[in-house]
């Protein structure tokens, strides 16, 4: 099959049967539902870039199994090069969404289980990796959507997941069958799930042998028997429910959403499962999931950045200030921070090896140091934005007041900038950068920064493993003349 | 009069006939808003505590002009421990509200007219401080509230008041007549002007000669007619109007909300006119106010902040890990910028020397670097938060969703922290971290830290003016012995 | 006796029969000898200053033991004034040396002493207070400089005092006679004692029952039999030694030295012991010495901060580029810095409290966010200097260059700044620069500030007691409605 | 000819005639001057390290210019991967030398002049290109050291080149012959010209028409007639000087040193010229060389902050606390930091293209955001590694004392750390930290990061020009819909 049209994708999607629910009812139609269409816009970009010819090289791969054309989004990276390539794709989609597509983890997840897969293969004869590879092929000539889920409600964080006071709070198998398994427990803050046609279920850290339970991981179509999504609330989101409202969402067509998902007793299939109980590969796929995953946020955030830096700037020459020295430089540090997310997802790009399996890694200590910027340098460059576009864009009337027959020509009078700009488009530009400050794509592009593929103290301890600090203190007792 | 309870506070707010829209509607009963409602009741805890004996010697005060016991916030500061039991209210009344309450403006106001004024009679003969004391006297007699409103429109920022389009961008007396004067503008972002029986106005900047008409203060009751209010959208806002809900808004009870005022022709009789024309007082009026309101930051957001690094640690602890060293060393690290702030705050107040007027001024300096610092640190305060707090802030179903028959089970059970703490009680504490990070209350403790009392370039500017570059550069000279 | 002047007092130093060690040898004349004199006349600008009218509110105080004017370094602070004025002392002694002057050390100890020998009496009937009044008394009168020694070697910082391998690496009582005790270890990092005639000695830490004999508090004058001073290396400490060299120095006049200071069984008779085995109160006198000496560095280092201000801003004026916006940005960010710094001091000062002996201790927790600060600023306001000051502060060539008749003219000519400042001035500021950055005095200003009165990690454990987290978190429950 | 051995280079050295002058004498034995050694030593590393089988693939390349085997830093850099060894071989040499090895100068003139010359020669039909080919030949042939000068002494920042008072404070053309051209001028900080045999002279920014005698750009043997050498004064640089010292130096072995060059009439022949007169390829050559040089940065200071994170993990270790959460933290930090600057070097060297002339330029955005990092991040890394050695670092007694038999027992016994581990190494190891925050190596260090390939302001406006300001505003007004 042909790479799907966007109208393919969306199509594709309503022929679904998720169970969602938003607000204590039931979703009948999601896609059209307003608040969750922006999200399906967001990675429906993700197919109709792949159309145009200009984005080709970004944004299709060659299929290491088929030789088939395929979305970037489904590629199995076979060199740096494509690593790089994943970085600019992110890049790119942040800059025409402004928000977050979804489709990362499950490329992360792709690529962390083909090599996972192979090892384990190789250490207990087992047939996951095969295994894997049909469902890669069933995925792509299908041009599907798939989620990776990796993270379990957690419970007691100072509690192993077998110690949990209810056993469920990491997702486990609760029966074996001959032909399957059946698991129970939930994944948490599952942002590209709606959008999805396949879940990829993986273990949410590295497990001891008493949690082998816990060790599983596993595909099944998102509207499998027994899957539940609740949707998450975020900062903002009944906006979009406001009639003739376009203005006050600052980004009106796309978004992200995250849902809690639960698998209430789900079944399966034996063909469908990569890793069961082979614990001491938990912490391997998790450490490259995470580690791809953090590679992600050096592009896909940078886009964002991207946005949200042009926003600044409009809103300084809105406000007749585009030549005051402060702002200059306030826009050169953020042009700076945003520069520097983005080096660290094309060093560990750059610095990838290659796996058992013939797939390539990112460099992880890099891929974490970039991580562990992304946790600080979004929020960062929101200050200076916050601060280049002034308090009005936490105070300005409603676009309903805007529009009002009684009021309106006040907030058109009054909230005038520049004389060449109109209010509407002033406005328009301050509801945006209060869309990623403090609204829906704040979300995103702040707490998402912070803990998505992992909380920065996460990466700390992969900075502190990976840092080779016995290499660093040989190196200094060779300078200071020190023998032992 | 005796200092007025809260209900009365409150019932004297139903008396009055404000003109105000909020979506393109009038709002006819503005006290029982339930958008509106929550700013109110900030606003009625400076009334409440100040009845309470526990809070008296902060909350009241002895008038200078008729040796009654007074609201604090109405108070004229006659000595440094004034100032400095000024910013312990703040604190206090930021701790109890989680929020804007909004009186600070009116008070920084009465403090600078009540110098200025003093000032102006002394150069020109005229009489305000006699007609603004008999203001302060009014308004202590009745206990009421005052908005200190400032700051215009002010259009491009690039052109002065008379340069604008329109010249209305800036407030400006349009008339003259012998009893008094027509005036014409807007003042934005104001906060308290809602919950307010008086408004005071002031001239935004200094002037120059050609300014003259825009250098006008005076005072006005709230509903006098040509006085329009349009609130402000803030994040999160309509969740307010949700029924049932009463989870998801983090802080129920307390708010702030802003609006943009238009005076339409409004007329102000002499009596009540406090500057007129004389342009070069405009900017010591601005730089009073600023400073004193620059102050008031160093104990408001303080206060804020209290609550926030306490939910912080509830937050922490409900996840099972309070003991991690690096939560504890975050928490350390919020506790160690607040108390930054407050020492800003209660050092510029220490510092604080007599006027010509007989009342207190800050150290403008310090004062100027307290709220420099206010600019930072409330922002690296909640990235904190969103570090200590988890995605959950952002991903949690909503309470309809909890209280849902059909998967309220489901929140419940897989949104449990440790098992001692109830999942509901996990969920208000990440929303009310939501709530100040991204909600409702992020307006004023962001995006106000970074605007109000002027944006941080304002400050720089005023550093750069008290610093005293030349004395500093006489000691290094001193020190490395040149001479010219 | 009157208060000596600074002749006087340097004449009583020559009195001393003090051993100090350098570079291996015995110092024979410790005021004359051109690397120590520097750290001698800081301390004699102490007295100096003392006996000017115009700094005489600042740098004298009337005794509270005996009613006559004393120097303020000698003084026990009676009221939240004195705190203030203690701050203020130390910033223009900041300023006018550029280094450490030394005798805070000794001014804490003994406010810190004062209030806790009180208590110790209150508690055991002991006479310690009466002693240490005495001891007081008899400084006041010789208008002495008295060092505060507190700081052990420590050896392996992860075991007690009692544990350590050599049980001398914590000074201890090694033997106890009916007249008194002989003591043996060691006090590192001493920054004035060898321009001090008695020293005051404290114990390290807080300390348990089995650490007894290191809880030990005593006074001796600084020639006393068995005191030896080794003196440390400090950067660039042989510039001084350089003949004709008075350019390269930066601050040829001041500095700061320090010793290690070896107590090598010395004698201390019983009135001049102020604590001995009351191993609970250690800790007090610690804590109460840490706070005052973490105050102290708002003061001190912001004077020191204020030279380097001045210099960077004659740097960037004899470098031609004043009004460069980025130049005048970075000076303002110096000053902010440092006069957060200030606030700090202030702000810990104007909220003391009255200490059972009726002393005045300043407020713990922002005494220590004072300190924290003072671990950070002070590089930053260095990495500004540097930034401002160009490459030229470390790579100009030597005085002795530029005063060379082959090569001098190619220094004037090509080490020309502006035209109307001399090449010598520039590089005065320079080197100034480089004096405060790099040189001696950034062991003060840096190292210093970073460890002085306690590591950074010290002062955040104090502000993690001082935090009052459990009154924070009662008021997060309290806006979140939780109930338990 | 094969490359040169270390000894071999050392020789080649000694036949130079170099004029060059310390403390205001005239040095006779370069190579052996013990303050200049060091900095030979660390040149001499690039030979040796070139002849060791394992460093071969980053030491090495293969001429473009003949196909011969050459040292890498007179390479011209033919592809991407050809960039990434570069940058790696600058981190081994950081390493291995703890300061500045000095070649990187020359090897990133080549590269911009390479390509740069074959444009002007495209526009002018001048033989810039082929001489300058020539140039390399013979360098490559004779395994030679160049370096690479661009700083002018600048005089007036306000003024251009001929505006200045004195014309020579740039370097300029001051005559011109049928065989050559006379300058005149000086090149500042220049710290690889001691240990080179040729120097290849840039101008030191864009020029005007006006300022066309400033357009020059040549080669000549460091000992041509007219040139002379002033070195430098670095912090600590006698210490080189002191008899039997080796523990205080801390980098005993390696060091790199600054002088001011002054070309006073020295001809250059015409087949060494390879800029002279056009203007507007001046901007274009220093653009180039700044890029390449602010690349390296993100390779040599890596380098050398991989040694000073080495030597703070030992100095916690010796101290005994290299398990406490803090020390970890702060060790995980200078690993991030450094790794971000890694992570640019990586970056802008992979995002690398080629120029007309077939050799390839690092991207110029990420090259600036590079060197901005490195503006930073090392005086953080500084600050935390004083954190973590604790006060002894500047305050142990020098190894004089710790030699001599009056005292040395003292320092022995009392500055010892853990019981395991010698007094002497552990001062060794705090020394080495001194050397990097203070002394003879923090001026490569830190000052160096700071100013070194153009100071932070120069980086921010290339940040500004190549950050597509325009491009990012469009994103922003498609997300938020605005027309215009």
Redesign the interface.
Known sequence: MALMTGEQYEESLRKLNLQV??????IKNVVDNPILRPSMNSVKMTYELAQQPEYEDLMTATSVITGNKINRFNNIHMSTDDL?KKVKMQRLLG????SCFQRCVGMDAFNAEYSTTYEIDEKYGTEYHKRFKNFIKFVEENDYTVDGAM?D?K?????SPSQQ??P??YLRVVEKREDGVIVRG?K??QTGILNSHEVLVMPTQAMRSEDKDYAISFAVPTDTEGI?M???????D??KL?ENV?M?L?????GGV???V?F?NVFVPNERIFLNGETEFAGMLVERFAGYHRQSYGGCKVGVG??????A??AAEY???PK???I??K??EM??LN??L???G??????GYQTESGNYLIDL??AN??K??V??FP??IV?LA??IA?????????E??F??E???H??E???????SVSTE?RL??L??I?NL???TA??GY???S???AG???AQ?IM??RQ?N?E????????????K?
Chains 1, 2, 3, 4 share one sequence.
Request: proline fraction near 2%.
């Open positions: 629910y938003m607000f204590g009812e039931k790089i800059q025409k969404t402004a993270t409600p419970g007691d964080r100072g509690l006071a209810d469920d709070l939930a948490a803050h539940t609740i949707i998450g609330r975020q900062s903002c009944t906006r406001e376009d006050d600052g980004n009106k067509k796309f995250e849902a809690l639960v209430d991207d946005v949200l830096i042009g926003a700037a409009l406000n007749g200030v005051a020295s402060h200059k430089d826009l050169i042009t700076h520069e520097t983005y080096a660290c094309i060093a560990c790009s750059s610095q200590l890099l140091v970039c562990q910027n946790t600080r929020y960062e200050r916050e601060d002034g308090g009005l864009m936490v105070t300005a009337p409603s309903k007041d529009r009002s009684e009021v309106g006040y907030v009078k009054y909230l005038r900038g520049v004389k488009n328009r530009i509801r945006l209060e400050s403090l609204g704040a979300v702040r707490t998402e912070m803990h998505g909380s920065p103290q700390r900075i502190s840092g600090l290499h660093k203190k040989e190196l200094a007792k060779n300078i200071a003349n020190i032992e």
